[in-house]
Nanobody, 121 residues
Framework: QVHLVESGGGLVQAGGSLGLSCAASGSIFTINTMGWYRQAPGKQRELVAA???????NYADSAKGRFTISRDNAKNTVYLQMNNLKPEDTAVYYCNARKLISASLYLNNYWGQGTQVTVSS
């Protein structure tokens, strides 16, 4: 079992920045990818960005150029720096950890409790 604890988030004006962090504990050896998803009211949860233990990253088109994901393997922590935030970025952001087998196959899928990000116009 892997336990994920998120921090960060909050309220920011459009054009501002926020940072999120997520610390993993437990059976870390069972995961190799950590990332962030978000879910806005009435919408499906969607990938924002993910990063593997080796540092390979994957970003949603909406995040490219504005968000940066990074990780500290020694601390088992993943970070998401969000710049130039837009009102449409408003959502609950969830930390995710999994063992990625291939682009579409994964095991051991874990979720954090979620943190609210609100961007005012």
């Amino acid at each position: 079992q892997v336990h994920l604890v998120e921090s960060g988030g909050g309220l920011v004006q459009a054009g501002g920045s926020l940072g999120l962090s997520c610390a993993a504990s437990g059976s870390i050896f069972t995961i190799n990818t950590m990332g962030w998803y978000r879910q806005a009211p009435g919408k499906q949860r969607e990938l924002v960005a993910a990063i593997t233990t080796g540092g390979a990253t994957n970003y949603a088109d909406s995040a490219k150029g504005r968000f940066t994901i990074s990780r500290d393997n020694a601390k088992n922590t993943v970070y998401l720096q969000m710049n130039n935030l837009k009102p449409e970025d408003t959502a609950v952001y969830y930390c995710n950890a999994r063992k990625l087998i291939s682009a579409s196959l994964y095991l051991n899928n874990y979720w954090g409790q979620g943190t609210q990000v609100t961007v005012s116009s």
